[in-house]
């Protein structure tokens, strides 16, 4: 009677432990992957910023700028702002003073223009969203800011401008490498 006994613990035994092996798995993934925590979206912001002080007379000076543009990309963001130096500079050269402006052209990888400004006083233009195209994404693309700038300075009256052009992106962060990563 105690063998048979023996018998059936042993084989109720194995029994259990080879079911508990596959269900136990089961029961360990889902606790792992209750731990591990929720996949999260983020929005991340690359910046290029073009700023230059005139100094002396500077006249159709040219910079050139790229920036590069995917299919995460959710938004584009322009800030322009000139500053013209004050009436030291316009008196010791009144010539000079009607060409000063910085233009601002920036356009997409096929060559489109997608933003355009002159200024020629102190302005700050309010800050610019770029229109994607109609399904709702940017091209995609090394994309291209050209800036051609006419000022002077003298001393700490200078004109000056500054351009910043914000790119957003949407990625993905999962819990355990805490890092951004655009799928």
Known sequence: MQRRILTAFVALTFLLVSASGCIGLLQGREYMEH????VESETTTETTIVEHAFTNAEINVEWNEKFSVDSEVTRIG??????????IIRELLPDFFDLREVTVEITDSNGNLKYNATHDTTKT??????EAEEDGKFVSGEWNINIIGT???????????????????????????DVCVVD
Do not use: H, W
């Open 151 to 177: 000022g002077g300075g003298i001393g700490t009256e200078q004109d000056n401008f500054l351009l910043s052009v914000d790119v957003a992106r949407s990625c993905t962060i999962y819990p355990q490498d």
């Open 125 to 130: 233009a309010p800050y610019v969203l770029i």
């Open 78 to 87: 322009v800030y322009f702002k000139t500053e013209m130096a004050g009436e």
């Open 35 to 38: 731990l591990r925590g929720e």
